[in-house]
C-alpha cells in the first residue's frame, strides 16, 4: 500500500518530464527575423524583430533576412530591443 502511494506521483512526474521533453522535441525552431503586424483588416508591417525578441507582438510574420533588409530600407521600425538593424549592419 505505502509503495502505491511512492509509485504513482513518481510515475506521474516521470511522465510529466518525459511530456515536455517530447514538446521541445516537436517545437519548430526559432525564426531568425520577424516582422510584427498592426491590427484588423489589411494589416500592415509596423516594426521588425529578431526571431526571438520577447518583445514581438502577437501579430507577426516570418520573414527571411533579405525581407528584413528591405523592410528597414523601406522605412519599418526596428524593434528598440533587440536592434534588428545592428544585427544586419544597417546604419540608422
Known amino acids: 500500500m505505502w509503495l502505491a502511494r511512492i509509485d504513482e506521483p513518481?510515475?506521474?512526474a516521470e511522465r510529466r518530464e518525459r511530456e515536455k521533453r517530447q514538446g521541445?522535441?516537436?517545437r519548430p525552431p526559432t525564426p531568425d527575423w520577424t516582422v510584427e503586424l498592426s491590427i484588423g483588416v489589411g494589416a500592415q508591417p509596423i516594426e521588425v524583430h529578431i526571431g526571438g525578441c520577447q518583445t514581438r507582438g502577437?501579430?507577426?510574420?516570418?520573414i527571411t533576412r533579405?525581407?528584413?533588409l528591405a523592410a528597414l530600407a523601406d522605412g519599418i521600425r526596428a524593434c528598440i530591443h533587440c536592434r534588428p538593424?545592428?544585427?544586419?549592419?544597417?546604419?540608422?
Open 66 to 68: 533579405e525581407q528584413a
Open 24 to 26: 521541445e522535441e516537436r
Open 10 to 12: 513518481i510515475a506521474a
Open 85 to 92: 538593424d545592428t544585427e544586419l549592419g544597417v546604419l540608422g
Open 58 to 62: 502577437n501579430v507577426q510574420r516570418v
